[in-house]
Structures are given as C-alpha cells and as structure tokens.
C-alpha cells in the first residue's frame, strides 16, 4: 500500500469521524433513578440538557437522598451516553482505538 493512498484513506476515515461527531451531538439519552423519581437527559457532548425531578421526592428532612438519586441518574446518563459515542464511533474507525478519540 503506497503512502498517498493510505493518507486518502485517512482524510476519508477524519472527515466520516467528524460527520459522526456531529451527528452525535444531536442525539440524546434519557437515564432515570429512583424508578423514575431523577430523570436526566444527556447530549452526544456528554452535557446535561435537562433534568426533572419528582415533587414527591423532595424532603428536606432527606436532602441527602434526593442528591444521592441526581448523582445516580447523572451517573448513569453519562455512561450510556459514552457506551453511544464509543458504538458509534467504533462503527467509523473499525472497531481501531485510536488516540484522542472518545
């Protein structure tokens, strides 16, 4: 394989990256806790874009527990959201680690 072809190779597999980046940024996920008290909502850029929070569960006797369902939630929002980028982006650079990238 001569070396021009492989920089081809390269730019195509940078500029289907990048497209996929986009992408992503767009898509969102929704991760829950407390059967559905916490809900979070996170972004292909690993943000929060939305957070609701059951009435219901807010006590102020037991700020403590109402944290500890936000920190899950989020928790677990961020994992999905990483398990997604990871999937997608293995499809773009075949299944390759590359460095720098999520």
């Known amino acids: 394989m001569n070396m021009q072809k492989m920089m081809k190779q390269a730019q195509k597999m940078q500029a289907k990256m990048a497209k996929m980046q986009e992408e992503l940024e767009e898509k969102t996920l929704e991760a829950t806790a407390g059967g559905g008290a916490v809900k979070v909502v996170v972004n292909g850029k690993q ?3 939305d957070l609701q929070i059951d009435p ?5 006797e037991d700020v403590e527990m109402l944290e500890d369902l936000v920190l899950a939630a989020v928790n677990q929002g961020m994992r999905e959201v990483q398990e997604m980028v990871n999937d997608e982006m293995g499809k773009v650079t075949g299944g390759m680690n590359l460095p720098g990238m999520p």
Do not use: F, L, M, T
């Open 47 to 49: 943000e929060v874009v």
């Open 56 to 60: 219901e569960v807010v006590d102020p």
